[in-house]
């Protein structure tokens, strides 16, 4: 069973066997990837006998599409997040149509335990156990979390200033714990070195095939959710440009299955000082000594490792991308917060800032999705900057009835 998904190479086109050796095309990979975007980067190709052998709307299991057998997926809920109407906003911007994808609502607490999750079973399924990664903090707490639900072990690169509760949740995981005086661009090249050296598993974004099937899974969602609503517009927010991938992935799946006709426009956010995938896509260029600042840590790269990979899924789709600035995502987080009452990390409000910035572009009538993913309380260093502490008051109620003008 599943032998017949194939990898496929975004740059080339060839079709490669599934095997746990393989990580990029060994036709079109750079002999060196150090501080590069990755040339060659697989991904998976379905069976030819699932071409168009569904019908638009008609049920599926999204496990049917998955290269890994379900058996060997760790027992825990990934996924399967909530899409929610946020009737206050969807009133106060007059967009009766705009819900909110919230994937803090996964395990460890962000959309990448989706990635993490396939990546554990096709390691079970390929009989390794130790699963290494380098992450800004999401992608690590994240395979911390699903390794330890799956008995496996999770060796961590991540860059010492990463924010404390992602360093804290790998630790409580149980996972190695690697912290690199560096940033991540570093991280990521040191861990590839190292499950060279080791044999085990990598799961860093983008090199490891999985991690853009993985997050195909929530295209699949949103269809099922949106029980034949028209998506017009999906906002996500864009780092390494996995996340956009993986949705475009999983729509352009679901168009091959037949499930659906159309591939809605999918506008990735980016900060406007971490933003090489946007003037990689706009303006044709790679600027290989940036250096990324935003307060948005989950989308703050200096190289997109993705970049061939995304701007080739957006040229095909004919996607958008946008750039918001840290205060315009400062306030977006807030305001969502105070206004749906979810509490959403600043990467993942930068989808919603991408969307008020783009709005008046967008029909009041349009099907939007906003794509949060990860959870506020990860980094509550970034939220605490918009928020006022009261001062302490003596424990008396006629004191603090006059105080707060009750
Ligand atoms: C990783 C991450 C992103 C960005 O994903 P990329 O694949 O790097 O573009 C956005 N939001 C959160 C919460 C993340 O953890």
Do not use: W
């Amino acid at each position: 069973m599943k032998n017949d998904f194939l990898y496929k190479c975004e740059s080339c086109g060839r079709n490669f066997k599934i095997d746990k050796k393989l990580m990029l095309c060994p036709f079109c990979a750079d002999e060196n990837p150090e501080g590069k975007p990755l040339r060659g980067v697989l991904t998976i190709q379905l069976p030819g006998k699932y071409y168009q052998s569904k019908k638009i709307n008609q049920d599926f299991d999204i496990y049917d599409y998955l290269p890994v057998e379900k058996k060997y997926f760790p027992k825990l809920n990934v996924g399967d997040t909530p899409l929610i109407e946020p009737e206050i906003i969807q009133k106060e911007l007059e967009y009766k149509n705009l819900f909110l994808k919230f994937d803090g609502t996964n395990p460890t607490g962000s959309f990448k335990d989706r990635a993490s999750y396939l990546v554990s079973a096709f390691a079970k399924k390929n009989k390794v156990n130790e699963i290494v990664v380098a992450s800004t903090g999401n992608a690590a707490s994240s395979m911390a979390g699903i390794a330890a639900a799956a008995g496996q072990k999770a060796f961590i690169f991540m860059p010492q200033n990463a924010p404390k509760a992602k360093l804290i949740q790998c630790l409580q995981y149980g996972a190695t714990l690697i912290p690199i005086k560096g940033d991540y661009d570093k991280a990521f090249d040191l861990s590839l070195k190292f499950s060279d050296k080791t044999g085990f598993l990598n799961r860093n974004t983008a090199f490891n095939p999985m991690t853009i099937e993985g997050k195909k899974t929530v295209s699949f969602e949103l269809l099922k959710q949106m029980n034949r609503k028209k998506i017009n517009y999906i906002f996500l927010p864009v780092g390494d440009g996995v996340v956009l991938s993986g949705v475009i992935k999983g729509f352009l799946d679901l168009k091959y299955l037949g499930l659906i006709r159309e591939i809605p426009q999918i506008v990735g956010v980016q900060a406007e000082k971490s933003s090489f995938l946007y003037k990689a896509f706009y303006k044709n260029k790679f600027v290989l000594n940036y250096k990324a600042v935003t307060i948005a840590d989950s989308i703050s790269v200096n190289i997109a490792r993705n970049a061939y990979t995304a701007i080739h899924h957006l040229k095909t789709i004919n996607g958008k991308m946008i750039l918001v600035s840290d205060q315009e995502i400062l306030e977006a987080q807030s305001y969502l917060s105070r206004k749906s009452g979810i509490f959403c990390e600043p990467s993942s409000a930068a989808s919603f800032a991408g969307f008020v910035k783009m709005g008046k572009n967008i029909s009041k009538d349009d099907g939007v999705i906003i794509l949060l993913t990860g959870h506020g309380l990860k980094d509550i260093e970034s939220a605490s900057k918009t928020v006022k502490f009261p001062k302490p008051v003596e424990p008396d109620l006629n004191l603090i009835l006059k105080k707060l003008k009750i």
